[in-house]
C-alpha cells in the first residue's frame, strides 16, 4: 500500500494497469538508467542496477544498509512495507520519509534523462536527492519533518557527495 503524499507522486505517473508500462510517448522501451531491461515502474524504483546501487548508498548513508533492496525484491510496495516493520519509532518515520525522498529522485532523475538528455549518474541523483532533502519544508506531522528528525537525530548522516 502507498503511503501518503507518495501516492499522489505516483498518481502523476501514468501506467498501463495490466503490464505496469510506462505509456508516455516519449518514454523509450528501455529503462533510461541501464538500458539493459524494458522500463516499468517496477524495474525503475527497485529492479534496476541503478536504483539497487542509489537504494544502497543512500541507506547506507543513513546505517540503514541492511534494508536496500535485495534480488529477490521485485515490487516496491512490497519492499517499502517490508523495510517499515523492520524498524520503528523514529527510524520508522524518518525512513518512510527517505523511501518517498528516494522515489522521487529516482524519477525525477529518470525524467532529466529521457526529456533533457542527462546522462544517467549515480552521484548527480545522490546529489540531487540531497538538495531536494535540504527543500522538503513540510507542515509539522508529515513527512519531510522526519526526515530533518533524522539528520538531527541519532543517525549518522554523511554527505552523499
Ligand atoms: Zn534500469
Known amino acids: 500500500m502507498l503511503k501518503g503524499p507518495f501516492r499522489l507522486c505516483l498518481a502523476l505517473i501514468h501506467t498501463n494497469p495490466s503490464s505496469g508500462q510506462l505509456i508516455d510517448w516519449r518514454d523509450p522501451d528501455q529503462c533510461p538508467l541501464c538500458d539493459q531491461e524494458d522500463e516499468n515502474i517496477q524495474h525503475l524504483l527497485i529492479g534496476c ?3 539497487k546501487q542509489f ?6 548513508n543513513f546505517g540503514l544498509a541492511a534494508l536496500a533492496p ?3 525484491d521485485s ?5 517499502w512495507d517490508k523495510t517499515i516493520l523492520m524498524v520503528n519509532g523514529d527510524v520508522k518515520r524518518g525512513l518512510n520519509s527517505l523511501i518517498i525522498l528516494g522515489a522521487w529522485t529516482i524519477w525525477k532523475h529518470r525524467n532529466d534523462c529521457v526529456f533533457n538528455g542527462a546522462t544517467p549518474n549515480l552521484i548527480t541523483a545522490l546529489t540531487l536527492a540531497w538538495e531536494e532533502a535540504m527543500l522538503w519544508s513540510w ?3 508529515c513527512p519531510g519533518t522526519q526526515l530533518r528528525r533524522i539528520d538531527k537525530g541519532s543517525l549518522v548522516v554523511r554527505s552523499f557527495s
Open 75 to 79: 515490487s516496491f510496495d512490497v519492499w
Open 49 to 51: 542496477v541503478f536504483a
Open 70 to 72: 535485495q534480488p529477490s
Open 55 to 60: 537504494w544502497l548508498v543512500i541507506l547506507h
Open 139 to 141: 507542515p509539522r506531522g
